[in-house]
């Protein structure tokens, strides 16, 4: 069998994680900017979580995912994103181990009304050299913050990339992705260099 489509023809595929604690927007993220029907393993939040998950700040929340979200986005024609959002609760996290093999890069979202969720994550991405892009997540009831007073908050590298987002709104969710690949890309260059 012969296939005539070159190289160049065929996109790059890059596999990338949505991350943070638990109640942060990963899901919403994921489904909101992904053009396929999204891949979700959510579950109903039940009385058998009380004293085990911290709804503080989230009470409203009715459910939560076990397992993953799925979603794909294609950036360009030579570039597809795989979109795996992670469990948020601490009793999952023994997942985020597996999901990140083969991710070359992650969104953290934060919510700064709980920002101290957002080191876990961080932690987790910083000691395994992933490259992450920080992607606020602008809750309505939420105070607003500047992007320096963020990176001050999370005491994060000047190079670590922050960015003021809407989980909710595709074009938004859209534009954090974005600045996740030029993020990648900066850092590739930099290390052939």
Not at 23 to 32: E, L, N, P, Q, Y
């Amino acid at each position: 069998m012969h296939d005539d489509a070159s190289s160049t023809d065929l996109a790059a595929s890059v596999k990338i994680l949505v991350a943070g604690g638990f109640g942060v927007g990963k899901t919403t993220m994921v489904s909101s900017v992904s053009e396929i029907t999204p891949l979700r393993t959510e579950e109903m939040i039940t009385e058998l979580s009380t004293g085990i998950d911290d709804l503080s700040g989230v009470e409203g929340k009715t459910t939560t995912t076990v397992a993953l979200d799925f979603g794909r986005i294609t950036l360009d024609p030579s570039l597809v994103l795989y979109l795996f959002g992670t469990p948020g609760q601490d009793r999952f996290w023994f997942l985020w181990d597996e999901l990140v093999r083969g991710a070359l890069g992650a969104v953290v979202l934060a919510d700064t009304r709980r920002l101290d969720n957002s080191f876990a994550a961080i932690d987790f991405f910083e000691r395994r050299g992933v490259a992450f892009t920080v992607a606020v997540n602008c809750f309505e009831d939420a105070q607003n913050y500047t992007i320096d007073e963020v990176r001050d908050a999370l005491d994060l590298d000047a190079r670590t990339p922050i960015v003021l987002c809407d989980a909710r709104d595709r074009e938004s969710c859209k534009a954090v992705l974005i600045t996740l690949v030029e993020h990648l890309i900066t850092q590739a260059r930099t290390s052939v260099a």
